[in-house]
């Protein structure tokens, strides 16, 4: 079957299935392939489905492969058997309610791929006002001083513009970082210029109080670049973080239909989505590692597997925080593991734990609270105080996000907070049985960010009952990737085909 990424045109392409070709009724947007159910299974993948009229049972095996999970569709016209309802209730279908303003949104919502980025501090220039008193949180915060009553002064700009509606009409999602101490407040003001434009802008639009609450949506169709200033007013201090700008799928997703997105107190997110596959065990929880560009990765790996998964995503800092920090962040990954459990019926040894590098220690953290079947990951990264001490010592400007890690974790940056920072994840891990779980671990011989991880994992396990196997490859932290992932992949499919009877690939 053709899928979505290897199709070489950028049409987004719709099955529908039912009594009338909506192609006779309705105007179709131009960036849609508009495909009309004619009685013949076709070999490829589906951005969306829709049902509208009856549905025959018959067709299920080919529905079942037809488009990725919620990307099903289906009107009150629609005719269901038992069992077509539950294979739509399988792919997290959705009923739709006005069919003209369904159809006029597709470009905005089933677009192929995903695209989002943050613009840091580094990116940012601080307003003239401001400049002195100014003070660098690592390279991932501004902190300001504020005092000023009645009226909102510009406090930081975005150095550069923001392209919108380039390539192609997009929603866009707006997710500011900040942290406010005292009265203060803030308000984020965009405004769009033409492309050459030095005149006035062609819209603008601000956002302060409540509407900072959620992403910020801008709907508007006109192509151009967006000039960002955040202004601020009241009395205390606020520490401004980066912008994150994401195409929106308009309340289908985050990034992919169905994605989800979790913000604590502090404005820090974490990303999931969940495809429930076959609904049979085991489910693969996978955490992503080190990303800059935002979404999800993965994807295509755990479609592989066949088997039901969760992508899990930390857009934190430059590229990601290691799922962890406040209380409530990572107290909301533990429910977002635990909702999706339940949501299957599942046991916690009925799951298996993965990530490669960054992802690594996601997987050994929350391992340690759930205590899964298996733990599978590639290139560990355990001593957190370590990796950024090497980075001062062995490979410097290679990994700065370790540094302001951890900063953030523990305050400061001496030897004590080192071997604190160290220390979080090892007591944790002690306190673990892990009497059921097994370890598969591939590791760098030289890794040159955390060259104990794999040893003190075996030091750790020493007298607890454990399976452990390893496999270590010749060279640094990221010399061999491709040997990393491969014998990951391989070790997922010697657990589902020896423990679960199942075969993937």
Partial sequence: MVTAEERMDNKIQI????????????????????????GKE??????????????????IPFLQKAADPYRYFYTEQCVLTDEVYRMLKDRCARKIVKIERFIETIPLRLYQGQE???????????????????????S???????????????????????????????????????????????????????EGCEADP??????????????????????????LQIFVCGEGSVDIGPVHFRNSRMRLGQFFPGGRRHADQSRGELLSYFDPGDRRPPLVVYFAGYRTAEGFEGGGIMKSLKTPFLLLSDPRLEGGAFYTGRKDYEDRVVSVIQETLDRLQFRPEQTIFSGLSMGTYGAVYYGCHFQPGAIVIGKPLMNMGTVADNERKNRMGQFQTSLDYLLQMTGGMKEEHIKQLNQRLW??????????TQFSVAYMKQDDYDPTGYEDILEHLEEKNVSVVGKGLEGRHNDNTIGIVYWFMGQLYRILREDYQREAG
């Fill in 116 to 138: 989002g980025y943050k613009i840091g501090v580094k990116d940012m220039e601080i307003a003239s006002a401001f400049y002195p008193g100014a003070e660098y949180i690592g």
């Fill in 140 to 194: 991932h915060q501004i902190h300001l001083a504020v005092d000023i009553q009645g009226r909102y002064k510009e406090a930081v700009y975005l150095r550069y513009n923001i392209p919108v509606n380039v390539y192609a009409r997009r929603a866009v999602e707006v997710w500011p970082e900040f942290v406010v101490q005292g009265d203060v407040q803030l308000r984020y003001r965009f405004r769009l210029f033409s």
């Fill in 42 to 59: 076709k070999e490829q993948k589906f951005d969306a489905v829709i049902l509208d009229g009856e549905v025959s049972a018959e067709l």
């Fill in 202 to 227: 062609v819209w603008e639009k601000t956002a302060e109080g409540e509407a900072l609450e959620e992403p910020i949506l801008i709907t508007e169709s006109e192509r151009g670049f967006l000039a």
């Fill in 427 to 436: 007591s944790r891990f002690d306190r673990a049985e892990f009497d059921r």
């Fill in 15 to 38: 099955l529908q299935i039912g009594s009338c070709s909506w192609q006779e009724l309705y105007t179709i947007p131009e960036e849609t392939e508009w495909n009309f159910w004619d």
